[in-house]
């Protein structure tokens, strides 16, 4: 799909793209057209009771089928575009790529709910905040509010931001299309944020799709821990409280990738949510040395911001050294 010389130049156009335009809202999003297809395969296997096994065998068809038609889809627009003109496949590559890359949206959903905080709007700010996560928000404190600002911007930083440059740079390396591998990697990303649950109604139908995001999340994250602690200064600090905290979190990864940001801040996270109504309590991570602050929050983007940078820089890097 892509040739050594142009390779870099896509990977590096899409970061650029995402850094100065993001993902506009008034365009269609590749994330939109997958929850659409999830969305009523789940209505379809639901209406049809097919029972636990069924379930989890609907689950598996689910996997195959969703990332077989993003990955077949592209590589049909590449082809196609291709026919018409080299330059405007490239142009479309860097267009789908850069859509993987949530770097700027994870930016601006954090400032949107730190705006109105800063001027003392708790409802405006809890009703914001509903928009990016799945927690009750309506009676959320201050502290709290800042807290699941920060969860989201750590955990999000593995699979929104850096697991889709892991593959796209993956993609490069094999001498395919960065653009299929980052988007095949965001068809598994999105199936585990809107299917891969333990409680009902998904826990069957899911399973496939969390296990495999499990997997494919595991490496990219574990780098994502390394790099942070590396910024912060204090990686194997970072590492050791990882390592003591991290495996209490249900999931492999969300958990390691909260960690290492909560110890390079010197802050903590976890403790009580509430999702629609049922408490739960979340591992504590990291040790509170200082308090959760808007200006820890704009560290923690800083941080992924230049975790991206790092890992781009050493992929073109290879990218230019490694044999075609």
């Known amino acids: ?13 899409a970061a650029i ?13 590749p994330v939109q057209v997958m929850g659409w297809i999830i969305n009523h395969y789940c209505r379809l296997i639901w209406a049809s009771n097919l029972g636990k096994a069924g379930e989890k065998i609907a689950g598996i068809v689910l996997v195959i089928v969703l990332i077989g038609s993003t990955i077949a889809s592209v590589i049909i627009l590449i082809i196609f575009t291709q026919i018409r003109h080299r330059n405007l496949a490239l142009i479309l590559q860097m267009i789908l790529l850069a859509s993987c890359f949530a770097g700027r949206s994870l930016h601006r959903a954090a400032m949107e709910v730190l705006a109105p905080l800063n001027s003392g709007d708790l409802p405006q700010a809890r009703q914001i905040l509903s928009q990016y996560v799945g927690r009750d928000t309506a009676h959320l404190d201050r502290a709290e509010i800042l807290r699941a600002v920060l969860e989201t911007v750590s955990e999000n930083a ?14 490069g390396f094999l001498g395919q299309s960065p653009a ?47 790099t942070i602690g590396f910024l912060s200064g204090k990686p194997r ?35 009580v949510n509430t999702y629609r109504g049922v408490v739960k309590i979340k ?40 044999p075609g």
């Not at 793209?17 to 999003?29: K, S, T």
């Not at 409680?199 to 994250?221: F, K, M, Q």
Request: charged fraction near 15%.
């Open 158 to 171: 593995t699979d929104g931001v850096m697991a889709p440059l892991f593959y796209a740079l993956l993609g």
């Open 17 to 29: 793209l995402d850094y100065l335009v993001g993902d506009p809202p008034q365009w269609l999003h």
């Open 237 to 271: 600090y970072v590492w050791r409280i990882c390592s003591r905290d991290a495996p209490f979190d249900p999931s492999p990864n969300s958990g390691w990738s909260e960690c290492c940001y909560a110890a390079a801040l010197g802050v903590q996270l976890g403790g």
């Open 180 to 226: 299929v591998w980052a988007l095949g990697y965001k068809a598994v990303s999105t199936l585990d944020s809107m299917v891969g649950y333990r409680t009902p109604p998904y826990t069957h139908l899911g399973w496939a799709s969390a296990r495999l995001d499990d997997v494919l999340t595991w490496l990219p994250c574990r780098l994502v821990v390394m």
């Open 283 to 322: 591992p504590k991570l990291g040790e509170s040395h200082r308090e959760i602050t808007p200006t820890v929050i704009k560290q923690a983007l800083h941080l992924t911001r230049w975790c991206f940078l790092i890992w781009l820089g050493l992929g073109l890097l290879l990218l230019g050294i490694l």
């Open 1 to 13: 799909m892509t040739t050594d010389g142009t390779t870099a130049i896509l990977i590096l156009g």
